[in-house]
Nanobody
Framework: QVQLVESGGDSVQAGGSLRLSCAAS????????MAWFRQSPGKEREEVAG???????VVADSLKGRFTISEDKAKKILYLQMNSLKPDDTAKYYC????????????????WGQGTQVTVSS
């Protein structure tokens, strides 16, 4: 059982930055992937970025250059750095843990966090 707890969500103005954190207990090891998803009202949940145990990352094409995923295994934390935020980035952001990182992102998700809200105003 992996518990995921997100933090760092906030209300910011367009153009601002935020860094989301996801504390995992225990932190996955071996063959795994960790990812950030987001969902806004009326829209389907979409994957933002994923990372595997070898440090390979995948970021949604529309977010490349603005969003970066990283992890600190020693601290057992997954991060999402978000820059140049836009009102369209407003959503609840979720941390997830899965089994394998593929081209499209983290697959075989088996754990989810409760989410943290990001609101970007124009």
């Amino acid at each position: 059982q992996v518990q995921l707890v997100e933090s760092g969500g906030d209300s910011v103005q367009a153009g601002g930055s935020l860094r989301l954190s996801c504390a995992a207990s225990p932190y996955p090891s071996g063959n795994y992937c960790m990812a950030w998803f987001r969902q806004s009202p009326g829209k389907e949940r979409e994957e933002v970025a994923g990372i595997n145990g070898n440090g390979i990352t995948v970021v949604a094409d529309s977010l490349k250059g603005r969003f970066t995923i990283s992890e600190d295994k020693a601290k057992k934390i997954l991060y999402l750095q978000m820059n140049s935020l836009k009102p369209d980035d407003t959503a609840k952001y979720y941390c997830a843990a899965g089994k394998v990182l593929v081209v499209a992102g983290c697959a075989r998700i088996n754990y989810w966090g409760q989410g943290t809200q990001v609101t970007v105003s124009s």
